[in-house]
Nanobody, 117 residues
Framework: QVQLVESGGGLVQPGGSLRLSCAAS????????MAWHRQAPGKQRELVAT???????NYADSMKGRFTISRNNAKNTVYLQMDSLNSGDTAEYYC???????????WGEGTLVTVST
């Protein structure tokens, strides 16, 4: 069983930055993929970015150039650096992980990011 705990959300002004963290716990090896998704009010959950244990990354088009995903494999922790935030980035941000390609997927409970004046 894998538990994912996000942190770092909060209120930020437009143009500002935030760094989210997600730590995985449990008796687990290095997680194959760790990722961030988000869900804005009234909208479907969408992919933000993914990163494999080997360092391969993938970003949603609207986040490219503004968001950066990174991870510490030894700690099974993933980060999301978010810059140039705008009101459209307001959402609950969820951590996601898989132990292996065909393994089970796990979700965190989310951390709220609000971009507002």
């Amino acid at each position: 069983q894998v538990q994912l705990v996000e942190s770092g959300g909060g209120l930020v002004q437009p143009g500002g930055s935030l760094r989210l963290s997600c730590a995985a716990s449990g008796s687990i090896p290095i997680l194959y993929v760790m990722a961030w998704h988000r869900q804005a009010p009234g909208k479907q959950r969408e992919l933000v970015a993914t990163m494999t244990s080997g360092g391969l990354t993938n970003y949603a088009d609207s986040m490219k150039g503004r968001f950066t995903i990174s991870r510490n494999n030894a700690k099974n922790t993933v980060y999301l650096q978010m810059d140039s935030l705008n009101s459209g980035d307001t959402a609950e941000y969820y951590c996601y992980a898989k132990v292996s390609v065909r393994g089970a997927a796990y979700w965190g409970e989310g951390t709220l990011v609000t971009v507002s004046t």
